[in-house]
């Protein structure tokens, strides 16, 4: 018996190819890798937004103006000018001994930016260059670790503030700290005004309700690479952000 179809042609529908079959999964597997690239991009850019929007609540740039903190940091000639230090402050954060803070300086009507190094309550006196501290309760100055400062900017007879290089400006006695007030000082000794000087401040103190900011370790550290980064955009700090100024 003849099973043949006798030439005539089926009208169900034939299985594909094992080829073709194959050709369709691998195109679809295709465009479900091409899909998840482009999801993890998404995430990875929104990840960075938000970042972004956390970071900026939480910090504030600067441009450092003048050169009071020198070494530490460096500022430009003027706030219109090239060659300071972008970096970062907190608003929200309390400074501990030796951060560096930005305050308003009522006196000048502008922002500052110096070293914490006394509290209220604490007393300070500078022989010789010398930073000496006795912390409120204590009984005795311990000369402080001012690792920070370099000899070349604090020497006697150099500049506008060599009279500072003894504070009290007799080298003897010392100053105690107002309640609720920094005692400020800039790292450049010789060319700083700063809590030495009566006529900022009360007497020389800096009440904290006039803290704009502290400026983290970590803002500090990597100062280089927040400054190559605002240098190569051309950033503006303007606005929100806090531009430094120091008069002497």
């Not at 972008?86 to 608003?91: D, F, S, V």
């Not at 006394?118 to 912390?135: H, Q, T």
């Not at 506008?160 to 800039?186: C, I, K, Q, T």
Request: charged share 20%; hydrophobic share 35%.
């Amino acid at each position: 018996m003849d099973f043949s179809d006798s030439g005539k042609t089926s009208n169900e529908p034939q299985p594909e190819s094992l080829s073709s079959v194959g050709n369709c999964l691998y195109g679809k597997r295709r465009l479900n890798a091409g899909s998840i690239v482009l999801n993890v991009i998404l995430v990875i850019i929104g990840f960075l937004i938000v970042c972004e929007i956390i970071f900026n609540s939480m910090y504030t740039g600067l441009y450092v103006v003048h050169g009071s903190m020198t070494p530490t940091l460096t500022g430009a000639p003027s706030v219109n000018e090239a060659g300071g230090d972008y970096i970062y402050i907190n608003e929200r954060a309390t400074p501990a001994y030796g951060d560096i803070v930005v305050v308003f300086d009522q006196k000048k009507n502008t922002n500052i930016i110096k070293r914490v190094v006394a509290f209220g309550g604490d007393s300070v006196k500078i022989v010789e260059g010398k930073l000496f501290l006795k912390k409120s309760g204590q009984a005795e100055f311990l000369q402080v670790d001012e690792s920070y400062v370099s000899p070349l900017y604090n020497v006697e007879g150099v500049n506008v503030n060599a009279l500072y290089y003894n504070y009290p400006a007799d080298g003897s006695g010392e100053h105690v700290v107002a309640a609720n007030s920094y005692f400020l000082l800039g790292d450049n000794r010789n060319d700083s005004s700063d809590s030495r000087d009566s006529d900022n401040g009360e007497n020389g103190d800096y009440h904290k309700k006039f803290l704009v900011g502290v400026v983290p370790w970590w803002s500090v550290k990597f100062k280089h690479v927040s400054t190559a980064w605002h240098t190569f955009f051309n950033f503006t700090l303007r606005g929100k952000s806090a531009i430094i100024t120091e008069e002497l």
